[in-house]
């Protein structure tokens, strides 16, 4: 079983940054991924990066202004977000699964999400 925590969101003005952290408890090590899905929209595919490797994948939308990072020794991965729209305003999740995948449903474990806000 996988269970996945997400923290970091918050408030911030446009241009500013957060760093979103997605605490896992797991026996496995998993490639993980962030989704985010605003009001009214479909959830999104932000980025992902492999198990053991650590190679990341963004979606076209964000690259430059994101980085997904690990530290597997922790448990951890963060997502680092820069230079933000309010249109990145959404919930975040992260994700767990075998593969880098952009579809929601080809990802099995989810966490709850937090929710980042970006005032103009």
């Known amino acids: 079983q996988v269970q996945l925590v997400e923290s970091g969101g918050g408030l911030v003005q446009a241009g500013g940054s957060l760093r979103l952290t997605c605490a896992i408890v797991?026996?496995?090590?998993?490639?993980m991924a962030w989704f985010r899905q605003a009001p009214g929209k479909e959830r999104e595919f932000v980025g992902a990066?492999?198990?053991?490797?650590?190679?990341?994948y963004y979606a076209d939308s964000v690259k430059g202004r994101v980085t997904i990072s690990r530290d597997n020794a922790k448990n951890t991965v963060y997502l680092q977000l820069n230079s933000l729209k309010p249109e990145d305003t959404a919930v975040y999740y992260c994700?767990?699964?075998?593969?880098?995948?952009?579809?929601?449903?080809?990802?099995?474990?989810w966490g709850q999400g937090t929710q980042v806000t970006v005032s103009s």
């Open positions: 797991s026996r496995g090590i998993y490639t």
């Open positions: 994700a767990a699964g075998a593969n880098v995948r952009t579809m929601p449903s080809e990802w099995p474990y």
């Open positions: 990066i492999s198990a053991t490797t650590a190679s990341t």
